[in-house]
């Protein structure tokens, strides 16, 4: 016996069927959330220009992505600046922070 899956795709908007070459998934971010939506193009082009004028009006925002500092080569900057920094354990906040000014 023969089995065949079928993934049916639904317009979010309007829950109208949606065949997989007219689907576009539109990722937007509001306050801070993220959201993803399936939409038919017709519904992703009135999603685009309803934003369009709170675009053109707004700035880019800085990434805040954190930035993850190796312990390794903390402890080897502090070394060369004469910076004293135990072999183990957790690294003083103070020389992370001077470590990452200078990188």
Known sequence: MARREVTQFFDDLDNSP????DLEVVRFGVNGKNYI?????????KFHA??????EAARPAQATTPKRTDPREVREWAKKQGIEVAKRGKIPSE?????????
């Open 95 to 103: 020389i992370i922070d001077a470590y990452n000014k200078v990188h």
């Open 50 to 55: 309803a934003l369009a004028p709170y675009i």
């Open 18 to 21: 949606i065949n997989e070459e």
């Open 37 to 45: 939506l399936d939409l038919s193009h017709a519904n992703a082009e």
